[in-house]
Structure formats: C-alpha cells, structure tokens
C-alpha cells in the first residue's frame, strides 16, 4: 500500500533554533518524494523534490531508502518559516500527501 | 492571469442536497485533481483525470461525481450520500509530461459547510 505519514502534527521552535519535520512512507516501488508547503493565507506550492537534491530557503531533505523516510531540516528557523508542511509521494498517477505538520517559529 | 480558479470559495448547504464546486484552469495543463483537506488528515484525492472525458477514483470517491468535459475544466458534485462532507475542497492541475516533477498547482479551495 501507498502511504505517507508525518507523525506530528505541531512542531513549535524558537527562531534560530535546528528544524526538522519528519515523514515516512510506504511503497513498493522507486519512490519520488516531495515537500510541499501552505503558507497563511497563500495557496498550497511545492517546496522542494528529492530527485533535485536542492536546497529552497535553506530547507533540504534527503532521501532514506532504509528507513524509508524522507525528513525536512533546517539548520536555523526563521519566522516566516511557520507554515503548514505536507510530505507527498508520486505514486500512479498522482501524488498522496500526508496528513501535514503544522510548523510555527516563535521569536 | 494564469491560473486555477474555484468557486464559490464559501458555500452551505442543507442536508440532502447535491452542490458542485467550480474548478477552471487555463494553464493547458492535461491533468486535474481534486483533494479534500480536513484538519489531522491531511489530503485526501477524490477523484482526477488526465485527460479529456476520462477520470479516475482516489481514495476517497464515495459520495462524490466529477465530469471532464472540457480540458479547462473539472467540477466536482458532492452528493445527499457523502456522509460527512464539510470540508474545504482544493482542485490542483498539471502537465501530464511534468508529472515526474511532482508539481502540482493548486486552487484557493472552496469550503463547504453542511447545515
């Protein structure tokens, strides 16, 4: 089965402070994993891929084969980091998000 | 502009009627989405299509009827026999040669409440 899961729900840190958001996932095949974020009052966009290897607004996530996960860090939060966070898996056709983690970066 | 526009971004209704929300884009994107997004749960797909006059069941289709009658556009029906269907509803398009990229491009949603 396909399937993606972000354990947390809410993740609140200090600004400055390391951030990471987890995921994992399930799937029988080559996995192709993306970060997507919402910012308040914004439309949900994509925020970065695995297959890119790039770092968007200092964010980055590497891909875990063996731990079949696939976790969003930074190294310093910023306030204008506080968003809504979902993992999506290409899967079919079509992506499947997890349920999202809600990040809030308190001064 | 370019975009992905849906209507009505608010919409109530009584128990036991059928709504369609709105879902137009012109972005010439051959694919369309739509998700449902409750708090905890993440998103759910409903249905999608790839191409004109076909579209698919997600995970969650009971209750649920798309059309795509037209490239530019995907409406969805939500039906008397979806059990719990307050919710915001977002509609989200690609192309199907970027389908690799993994972007999608999502609408403002529309959120419906059942009275």
């Known amino acids: 089965a396909q399937r993606v899961t972000q354990p947390e729900k809410l993740l609140s840190v200090f600004k400055g402070a390391p951030v990471e958001l987890k995921c994992n996932y399930s799937y029988s095949g080559s996995p192709e994993l993306f970060w997507y974020v919402q910012y308040s009052r914004q439309r949900l966009q994509l925020l970065l891929r695995?297959?890119s290897r790039e770092s968007i607004k200092g964010f980055t996530a590497d891909l875990n084969k063996g731990e079949t996960s696939f976790h969003l860090k930074k190294p310093f939060a910023q306030e204008e980091d506080s968003a809504m966070y979902y993992c999506?898996?290409?899967?079919?056709?079509?992506?499947?998000f997890g349920q999202g983690t809600e990040l809030s970066v308190k001064p | 502009d370019g975009g992905i526009t849906q209507s009505p971004k608010y919409l109530f209704r009584k128990e036991g009627q059928n709504v369609t929300l709105s879902c137009e884009q012109n972005?010439?994107?051959?694919?369309m989405y739509w998700y449902r997004q409750d708090p905890g749960q993440g998103l759910r797909l409903i249905y999608y299509s790839q191409i004109v006059n076909d579209f698919q069941k997600g995970d969650i289709a009971e209750g649920y009827s798309v059309s795509r009658e037209k490239k530019e556009s995907f409406p969805l029906t939500v039906t008397s026999a979806q059990k719990n269907p307050t919710a915001f509803y977002l509609c989200?398009?690609?192309?199907?040669?970027?389908?690799?990229?993994?972007?999608?491009?999502f609408g403002e949603g529309s959120r419906l409440t059942v009275l």
């Open positions: 695995h297959i």
């Open positions: 972005l010439n994107h051959d694919a």
């Open positions: 999506a898996l290409r899967g079919g056709g079509k992506l499947i």
């Open positions: 989200a398009s690609n192309r199907l040669a970027a389908l690799g990229t993994g972007e999608l491009f």
